[in-house]
């Protein structure tokens, strides 16, 4: 196969951050994907609808000339987020909420501590129509990180959507087997984003040889059996599981530091490495269902109109992309060939 075109594809999970970064970040982003998944984990965190509008404003206008890219905005729920906030988000045109277990990533530490004290904000959410998205991960420090995942599904997600039988959500950015699992043993209301970096490397690649900041990210990488399961739901064309990079940039010196941030900038590659994934899994008339289709089914909204092609042509991921400012990120894959391009 020489070339291959899909309609145009979305992002249902990425991290644009906020003001000089934005000019760097969403024509990134928009050089490929309609809309996106905007997370609300900016400091301070979008916390409301006025806040959540503001920021979609700030990232519309850092949107190249001509461009149509449609960010979908999410709310960061806290402990005081109030079934009122819900309402005025969904009147508002925000997509969806984000559940953050406080401590369990960048800017969370304001999130949720006792997920059962959301349950009245739940119950909004599912009478309003609004999606819950999670970061499925106990921050309990006794709990190891690898195993994170995993009992967040035992002591939480099996009991949120249990307790919400009409609620969506989706498991964000899954890691193990585990969670595909658990996702495909429920009912059409739950499916997960998976990113390119956890169809594409396991722990192996974060500690083999020296540590690889530029590999890490949370829900860290888990070993090559939970890899193998990721890429085989997504070669089998689950309708439940769909795009979401999880694009998330740092400075390179934030990275490449005794405590590194988590996180892994792939807007520049990401859609070229899913197709690479595909193509290697033999699945390539799975890749535009899970790149184009299945998010919006999901989601409830329509499928984009255009189409993408991407073709056979080898390129190099950039060593650094400097910003105005002069601050250097580290894109993921940097100098790596990538075997497909877009056109
Ligand atoms: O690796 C990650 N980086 N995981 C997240 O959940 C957050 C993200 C970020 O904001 O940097
Ligand atoms: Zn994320």
Redesign the pocket.
């Known amino acids: 196969m020489q070339s291959i075109t899909i309609r145009q594809p979305d992002d249902w999970h990425l ?1 644009f951050r906020d003001n000089e970064m934005l000019a760097e970040t969403v024509p990134a982003t928009a050089r490929c994907f309609a809309r996106a998944i905007v ?1 609300p ?1 900016l400091v301070p965190p979008v916390t409301n609808a006025s806040l959540a509008m503001a920021y979609k404003e700030r990232i519309l206008a850092a949107r190249p000339a001509g461009s149509q890219f449609e960010p979908l905005m999410t709310l960061y729920l806290t402990n005081e987020t109030t079934p009122a906030d819900i309402t005025a988000a969904k009147a508002a045109g925000v997509t969806a909420c984000k559940l ?1 277990p406080a401590g ?4 969370s530490d304001a999130a949720v501590k006792g997920i059962s004290a959301l349950y009245p904000v739940f119950e909004q959410m599912q009478k309003d129509g609004m999606l819950l998205l999670v ?1 499925g991960e106990v921050t309990e420090s006794h709990v190891d990180i690898f195993d994170r995942e995993k009992v967040f599904i035992d002591q939480y997600m099996v009991k949120i959507v249990q307790d919400f039988p009409a609620l969506k959500v989706v498991f964000e ?1 899954i890691t193990t087997g585990d969670a595909a699992d658990f996702v495909l043993a429920h009912g059409a209301n739950v499916g997960a984003t998976i990113t390119p970096q956890h169809l594409l490397l396991n722990r192996n690649d974060l500690l083999v040889g020296g540590v690889r900041p530029h590999n ?4 860290v990488l888990k070993r090559n059996t939970h890899q193998a399961r990721l890429r085989e739901v997504v070669a089998e064309g689950s309708k439940k599981f769909f795009l979401g990079t ?1 694009s ?1 940039p ?1 400075a390179k010196h934030r990275k490449e530091n005794a405590c590194g ?4 900038y792939s807007a520049w590659s990401a859609i070229e490495l899913y197709a690479e994934v595909f193509e290697q899994l033999n699945a390539m008339d799975k890749f535009e269902d899970f790149a184009s289709n299945n998010g919006p089914d999901f989601y409830g909204l329509p499928r984009n109109e255009g189409t993408i092609t991407l073709v056979k042509e080898s390129w190099q991921v950039p060593e650094l992309v400097t910003l105005a400012d002069g601050t250097e990120m580290v894109p993921f894959f940097a100098g790596q060939t990538l075997n497909w391009k877009l056109a």
């Open positions: 991290h997370m984990n953050y369990a990533t960048t800017n970061h950015h890490y990210c949370l829900p999880d998330a740092h941030c988590a996180g892994c």
